[in-house]
């Protein structure tokens, strides 16, 4: 293992940022993370963790460690004639897992298709897409504790999830190492297509919805055609979270904006944050070289040059107009750096 100093980190996020890390290093094994654990650069130092660095926005350069996670590994644990319990490291590739499960006819993966980024990171955020999150098919995660080097393996019940969150982004974050995974996923058919964007797809395709291949295709199309591909310009999907409200705060809103879109998930109420930012006029503009993509108006990009405090700076812009013309505050699903 080898520590760099003052290391580039542009062509590590994929919003393309121009920053450095004091210190940065790769680790290949849960070996060379004990030995890290270890060093001085490590134990004196701010820590950073990092995937697939599509779910940051690096302000300025990062006066600490990075450790970029390259720890690779998928093995079957155990199946019967209904599920297949499947383990992955966390520096495997998100879609290479997927991949890995449609591939073997196994389902509660397939929704979740082409989402850039690793499999630490996906459990992290609590991946979510299309009606189906990282959670539903979670059984349990290993974790180094970065304090003392101690391997603890917590149930799906500790690890906080919700929409787009875990512990690990909140109270948890920086403090453990995501080793691995393991998932259960199912060989009976569980097929979840009711979103209109596979109604739509199947029209126009043609093509069959019947297998978890076949959905992990259909995913992959629409999202190839929906999403700007951050090796063509810098982004990190969706900036902002949706908006969960309360049934009366929304009854009220409708009252002056019948048309806003709205879906009930649980007890509350959930609003598109691309509505609302599109209403404020923010769709595809442009500010220097930071801006709101064309067509999707919760993806911030990055036009070249622009630096994380710029598009820190027009996301609070955004967030403004939002919260004065609607009343609501939108939260970004990026980490900020
Ligand atoms: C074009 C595009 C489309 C996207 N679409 C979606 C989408 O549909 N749904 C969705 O949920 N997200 C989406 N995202 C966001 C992003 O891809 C996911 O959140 C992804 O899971 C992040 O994984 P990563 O490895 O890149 O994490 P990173 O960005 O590297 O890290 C994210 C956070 O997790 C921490 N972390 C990473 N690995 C570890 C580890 N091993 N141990 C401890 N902490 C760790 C980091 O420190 C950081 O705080 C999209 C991004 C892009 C660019």
Same mark, same amino acid.
């Given at each position: $293992?080898? @520590? ?12 393309? *940022? ?8 790769? /680790?290949k094994?849960?070996?060379e993370?004990? #030995? ?7 134990? +004196?130092?701010?820590?950073?963790? =990092?995937?697939?660095?599509? +779910?940051?926005?690096f302000?300025k ?5 990075v /450790?970029?996670?390259?720890l690779?590994?998928?093995? *079957?644990?155990k199946e019967?004639s209904?599920?297949m &319990? *499947?383990?992955s490291t966390?520096g495997e ?8 499960a !449609?591939?073997?006819n ?5 929704n979740?298709?082409? @989402? ?6 996906a459990? !992290? ?11 539903? &098919?979670?059984?349990n ?13 917590f ?13 690990? %982004?909140?109270?948890?974050?920086? %403090?453990?190492?995501i080793?691995?995974?393991? =998932?259960? =996923?199912?060989k009976i058919?569980?097929?979840?297509i ?9 029209? /126009? ?7 978890s291949k076949? @959905?992990? +295709? ?7 055609? %929906?999403?700007?591909?951050?090796a063509? *310009?810098?982004?990190?999907?969706s ?11 929304? #009854?009220? =809103?409708?009252k002056i904006?019948?048309? $806003?879109?709205?879906?009930? #998930?649980?007890?509350? $109420?959930? &609003?598109?944050?691309g509505w609302? !930012? ?13 801006? &709101?993509? #064309?067509?999707h108006?919760?993806?911030? !990009? +990055? ?14 812009e /955004? ?9 609501l505050?939108l ?5 900020l750096?």
């Amino acid at each position: $293992m080898e @520590i760099h100093k003052n290391y580039d980190l542009t062509k590590l996020n994929t919003f393309g *940022i121009n920053v450095r890390a004091k210190f940065f290093t790769e /680790i290949k094994s849960e070996l060379e993370l004990q #030995e890290l654990f270890k060093l001085p650069e490590f134990q +004196n130092n701010e820590k950073l963790f =990092l995937g697939g660095g599509s +779910n940051v926005l690096f302000t300025k350069n990062f006066d600490g460690i990075v /450790i970029l996670n390259k720890l690779k590994g998928i093995e *079957i644990l155990k199946e019967d004639s209904q599920n297949m &319990v *499947i383990r992955s490291t966390s520096g495997e590739i998100w879609h290479d897992l997927v991949f890995f499960a !449609v591939e073997r006819n196994l389902w509660g993966l397939e929704n979740l298709s082409f @989402i850039p980024g690793t499999v630490g990171g996906a459990l !992290v955020e609590n991946l979510g897409a299309y009606g189906a999150e990282l959670c539903e &098919v979670l059984e349990n995660v290993e974790a180094l504790d970065v304090k003392n080097g101690t391997k603890k393996t917590f149930r799906k019940e500790e690890c906080g999830f919700s929409y787009h969150d875990s512990i690990f %982004k909140k109270e948890w974050r920086g %403090k453990y190492f995501i080793l691995a995974v393991t =998932l259960k =996923l199912s060989k009976i058919e569980k097929k979840n297509i009711k979103y209109r964007a596979f109604t739509e797809y199947s029209e /126009i395709s043609k093509l069959p919805l019947n297998s978890s291949k076949d @959905i992990s +295709n259909a995913v992959t199309f629409i999202r190839k055609l %929906k999403l700007p591909d951050p090796a063509v *310009i810098g982004n990190a999907g969706s900036f902002f979270k949706n908006v969960f409200l309360e049934k009366e705060k929304l #009854e009220e =809103l409708l009252k002056i904006y019948p048309n $806003m879109p709205h879906y009930k #998930e649980d007890e509350v $109420m959930k &609003v598109p944050a691309g509505w609302l !930012v599109e209403q404020t006029g923010w769709k595809g503009k442009r500010i220097g070289n930071t801006g &709101v993509h #064309e067509k999707h108006a919760l993806v911030l !990009v +990055n036009h070249g040059e622009a630096t994380g405090e710029e598009i820190k700076n027009l996301a609070k812009e /955004i967030t403004d107009s939002v919260f004065s013309k609607f009343g609501l505050k939108l939260t970004p699903e990026v980490n900020l750096i």
